[in-house]
Each structure stands twice: as C-alpha cells, then as structure tokens.
C-alpha cells in the first residue's frame, strides 16, 4: 500500500490563496517525481478551471458524494503530468441540503477518499484537498479526512480575524472526529514588502503560531493572478516571475518537513 498523505488547504475567508496554493503546490510536486491528486471540494470550482478542465460533462466530486460514481471515475488527467484532480462545479453547493438527514455525512468523503487509496488503484503520494472560503459541512468532511492542514494567510488587515473560529473548528474536529488532525504550516500570501501591515500580519502570525509559519512567504505577484485565466498553474504560465519562485521555495520547505518528521520517527 502506498502511504498517502492527505493533505487539507483551509481558510474559511475567502480570495486568501488557497486554491493558487493547491495548483501550485500540487504543480510544484510533481517536478520532484510526486504524483499528485487534487480533490477541488468548492462548488465554486476554482482549481478545476486554474487547470484550464471544463467541469461540464465529466464527473465531479459531487458525483462522488451523492454515489452517482465511484472515487476512481471522478479522476481527470490535467495537462500535467502525475498531476490529476477530481474537479468540482456549482452543484456541489446542494450537497449540504441534501444530506442533511444522513448522521455520518461527516465521514462521506473520508469513506469515499481512503476505499481508493487502499485499493491498488492508488499510487499517489499526496492529495490535497483545495477547501471553500466557509466553515461548511464541505470544510468539515476536508478537516475529517486530512493528516494535516495549511492555511493561506493573506498579509492583508483583517487577516488574522476569524482564525480563533477556525482553530477552534479544528480542535473540535480533533476531540471528536480526527484525534490526529494537525496544522502543517501557515503561509502568508499576497505578501507586499512596503506595506506595513503585511510586516505587522507577519509578524502576529509567528508569534501566534511559532515555527509553524513557512519562512517562505508568498508576494503579491500580478502574474499569480493572470495564470488562472490560462487555465494553468504559474509555475508553467511564468516559471521565472517572483510567484512561480516563491512556491517552487514553498514546496523546497513542504517537502524539508517530511525530513524532519522522518528523523524525529
Ligand atoms: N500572491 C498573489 N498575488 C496576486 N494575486 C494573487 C496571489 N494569490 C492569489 N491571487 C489572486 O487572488 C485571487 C484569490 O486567490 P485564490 O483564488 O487562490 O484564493 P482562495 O482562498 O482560493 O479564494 P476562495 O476563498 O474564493 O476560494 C485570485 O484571483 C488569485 O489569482
Ligand atoms: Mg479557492
């Protein structure tokens, strides 16, 4: 069996970086010879079309959900190689009414994810799962399902607001539903260097979350913003501008922490 990390990218605010932090990461893997699945749980279907796939016609995640198919049907290829994703569109935003009399809805998409990854289908070393800007039934099946956590922070006022909610979410996940459910790292995004506040955001955030917080931080970058219109991720839009550097040291550092856990084992 392949040991799978299944890793959740989470912040209920939104437009934070989570879904350019996925392709990215995701992307950036693959360089290093990882395969990768990205699961796009947001009915907004944002890391689906920033692979440039069209999420009419094919199976999605909700699909998955409601058992209109199995896991291993909702995989797409992207135009990356060891990249796929199992894409999302707008009828997942149903799927919270519609299960609302079933008691482990929680569990759906752990159910669903680790039937596959302990089948001989699975040879992926990670998935990460790109998470709606809500603490919704969706967040909390990502937070059920995952190993571990990272969450986006935009260096932006209002940054760290709504972040207590949130680890409160988790620690409430973690008593009841995932005893091992941790933060992996917490990355500023949108970082601007002549603004005080993002130094300020940086500044509470590694006092707040210690070593936590990944030394690498994201700058705001407007071919970041372009790429997703291309319908690819920057690192192949741009491979040189400062956003596709930032992540391809982003995932040096991911990828560093494995080495650490290993060690400390
Ligand atoms: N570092 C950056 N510099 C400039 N623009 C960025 C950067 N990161 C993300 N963006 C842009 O900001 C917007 C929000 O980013 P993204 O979609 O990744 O956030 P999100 O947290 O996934 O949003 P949502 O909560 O709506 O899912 C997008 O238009 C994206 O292209
Ligand atoms: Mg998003």
């Known amino acids: 069996m392949k040991n799978t990390q299944i890793i959740s990218v989470i912040n209920q605010?939104?437009?934070v970086g989570k879904t350019t932090t996925v392709i990215n990461l995701a992307t950036a893997l693959t360089f290093q010879n990882k395969k990768?699945?990205?699961i796009d749980l947001d009915p907004q279907g944002n890391a689906t079309t920033g692979f440039g796939i069209s999420n009419n016609n094919i199976k999605t995640i909700y699909d998955v959900l409601n058992g209109n198919c199995n896991f291993e049907e909702s995989i797409s290829e992207t135009s990356i190689n060891n990249l796929k994703i199992v894409s999302s569109n707008v009828d997942l935003s149903g799927l919270e009414v519609e299960t609302a009399s079933e008691n482990r809805?929680?569990?759906l998409l752990k159910d669903k994810i680790e039937e596959f990854i302990l089948s001989d289908k699975n040879d992926f070393s990670y998935v990460l799962i790109d998470c709606p800007p809500s603490l919704s039934l969706l967040t909390v099946m990502a937070l059920v399902v995952a190993k571990s956590l990272i969450v986006p922070l935009q260096a932006e006022?209002?940054?760290?607001?709504g972040l207590s909610q949130l680890i409160k979410?988790?620690?409430r996940?973690?008593?009841?539903?995932n005893p091992s459910l941790d933060i992996r790292g917490v990355l500023l995004t949108m970082f601007d260097k002549r603004n005080k506040?993002?130094?300020q955001v940086d500044q509470e955030a590694r006092k707040f979350f210690k070593n936590k917080v990944y030394e690498t931080v994201i700058p705001r970058n407007v071919r970041l913003s372009e790429a997703p219109s291309h319908g690819t991720p920057v690192l192949i839009?741009?491979?040189m501008c400062s956003g596709s550097r930032s992540y391809l040291s982003f995932t040096e550092e991911f990828l560093k922490q494995e080495d650490i856990m290993d060690s400390a084992a």
């Open 105 to 107: 809805r929680a569990f």
């Open 237 to 239: 839009y741009d491979k």
């Open 157 to 161: 006022f209002f940054a760290l607001e």
């Open 13 to 15: 605010k939104g437009g």
């Open 36 to 38: 990768v699945l990205v």
């Open 169 to 171: 979410t988790i620690d």
């Open 197 to 199: 506040l993002s130094n």
């Open 173 to 177: 996940i973690k008593i009841k539903l």
